[in-house]
């Protein structure tokens, strides 16, 4: 089985990159691919750059050019669900796009027409292998929907929107791109993102502190999967 990991910053994907055994590095269309044995299992753990377009250039290259079995999206994310500190991780059980809106068309807030749909579910299978992974690492996760956009939220205002439509956990910029073009192509995909910040006004100032141990956690329960 070979394994898909995306992260959108080099500071989400390092310590991956860092264990990799016989990586073969490779630079798509500005981004870097690296190909080798981690943890025992084939593994391609790919940066894709930050924000939704660039994700989706990511996984389609990735999913074309080295056919992983599933794909995982890595890395941070706000906190945006009731009583979520910083450090915790949210597994999604699926994903939107909060800044996808055709609704004076009268289709629901992001609703993505290309697959006639607004959740795209990550799969269930590899969602519990990771749930048990991280119950193995002593990680306690929290299930739920994960809602992507191209801004990063910062503000009570912003996360009173997005939670107005959807009831998400965690906001970031890359799983829902991810997860339309997994879903696209037929490839099994998880999101996995610890939290960096609760998204409101201090969210500027908690991030930059945060982000690398946050992005720690998530690399823990994912080294505890591929070793399983």
Known sequence: MKI???????VEVETLRSRMEGAKLETVSGMQ?????????DA?????GVGKVSAAMCAQTLILRYQPDAVINTGVAGGIGPDLKVLDVVLATAVVQ??????PLGDPVGYI??????????????CAALADAAARAGIAVRRGLVASGDQFIASAE????????FDAQAAEMEGGAIGQVCT?????FAVLRAISD??????????????????????????EYLQA
Not at 98 to 103: A, N
Not at 184 to 188: K, M, S, Y
Not at 216 to 222: D, G, K, N, Q
Request: proline letters at 4%; hydrophobic letters at 45%; glycine letters at 12%.
């Open 4 to 10: 898909g990991i995306i992260g959108a910053m080099d």
């Open 33 to 41: 691919f690296a190909q080798g044995r981690l943890a025992g299992c």
């Open 44 to 48: 391609v753990v790919a940066v894709a």
């Open 98 to 103: 909060h800044d996808m809106d055709t609704s």
């Open 113 to 126: 027409s290309g697959l006639g749909c607004v959740e795209m579910p990550c799969d269930a299978a590899l």
């Open 158 to 165: 912003q996360i009173a929107r997005i939670r107005a439509h």
């Open 184 to 188: 696209a192509n037929g490839v099994p």
């Open 198 to 223: 609760g998204g409101n006004e201090e969210a500027k100032m908690s991030y930059p502190q945060f982000v690398q141990r946050a992005s720690e956690r998530s690399v823990r329960i994912l080294m």
